[in-house]
C-alpha cells in the first residue's frame, strides 16, 4: 500500500518518506518468511528493500519505476498472504 501512495504522491517530494516505510515494511516481512521458512518471499522482498533503501537510493524515475512500484507492491501483498497462510499452517501442526 505504501507504495502505490509512493507512486501516487511521488511529485510532492516525498519520495524518501515512502522509501523509508516501503523499506522497513520489507524488512519485517522478510523476518516473517524467514520464520515460515519461505525462501523464495525472503529473496523478492528484499529485493524490494533493497530498491527503496532510502541510505543509499538508487537514481530510478520513469515509467519503468513506476511500473516497479506497483509490481513491487503486489509482491509485497502476495507475499504477506502466502507467509501468513504458511505460518498458521505450521503453528496449527505444531499444536497437535
Do not use: K, Y
Not at 519461505?38 to 543509499?56: C, R
Amino acid at each position: 500500500m505504501t507504495l502505490v501512495v509512493g507512486l501516487l504522491t511521488q511529485h510532492l517530494g516525498t519520495a524518501t518518506v515512502i522509501r523509508f516505510i516501503a523499506c522497513a515494511l520489507a524488512l519485517i516481512v522478510v523476518v516473517f518468511a524467514w520464520q515460515a521458512r519461505s525462501h523464495v518471499w525472503i529473496v523478492a522482498i528484499a529485493a524490494v528493500a533493497v530498491l527503496w533503501n532510502p541510505a543509499f537510493p538508487l537514481p530510478f524515475s520513469g515509467v519503468g519505476w513506476d511500473a516497479a512500484h506497483v509490481l513491487a507492491a503486489t509482491i509485497a501483498m502476495a507475499a504477506a498472504l502466502f507467509v501468513r497462510q504458511r505460518m498458521e499452517g505450521t503453528s496449527v501442526r505444531a499444536s497437535r
